[in-house]
């Protein structure tokens, strides 16, 4: 079973669910290009380097897939992919959020100078599920109503919005679990 990214729910309000991330590590790329060519460019590079493609030649593990390290142990599977924008038009920054039992000291090296670890501190943030295409489209009308809801409940954004997808592209479409999510200030 892939494991999830951790969060406890605070309260739910018209248009949106107030969690509680912890603090956590990411693996991401940044990637030049469109919403969609973005996210799957950056996927086969995150995922090789979840596979082994890193300084230690040691599989770390990808969302929705079993992987095996060369001594066999079987590794905790993380969802899921998100995405956000970069510091310029065009740029994302698409990042696998990596296993709860990895720490700074013990994540392998990324092999491709492109590819980061970084730590995500605990945060505060609302956040939108939906089923449907990862289409630009979609994620784009959740996140203005998101923003919407998030203002109209009295709260400031304080970061980047985020897309997150959970499932393997050969889900049914209509069974997909995605979300939106949006930092705020405590």
Known sequence: MT???????????????????????????????????????????LAAYLSGANRSRRGVGTAGQVLREAGGERIAMTAP????????????????????RLSPATVPEPADPRITVREVPEQLAAA??????????????RATALGRAVADAGLTPSGA????RFDPPWKPWFLRHNEVVLPVVE
């Open 3 to 45: 494991e999830q990214q951790p969060y406890r729910v605070l309260g739910r309000h018209p248009g949106f669910e107030l969690r509680r991330y912890p603090a956590h590590l990411v693996v991401e790329l940044p990637i030049d290009g469109g919403f969609a060519a973005a996210g799957n460019a950056a996927f086969r590079p």
């Open 81 to 100: 992919v998100v995405q956000e924008e970069g510091d310029r038009p065009g740029n994302w920054r698409v990042w696998f959020v990596l296993p709860a």
């Open 128 to 141: 939108v599920r939906f089923a449907g295409r990862w289409t630009d489209r979609a994620f784009e009308q």
């Open 161 to 164: 919005i985020r897309y997150a």
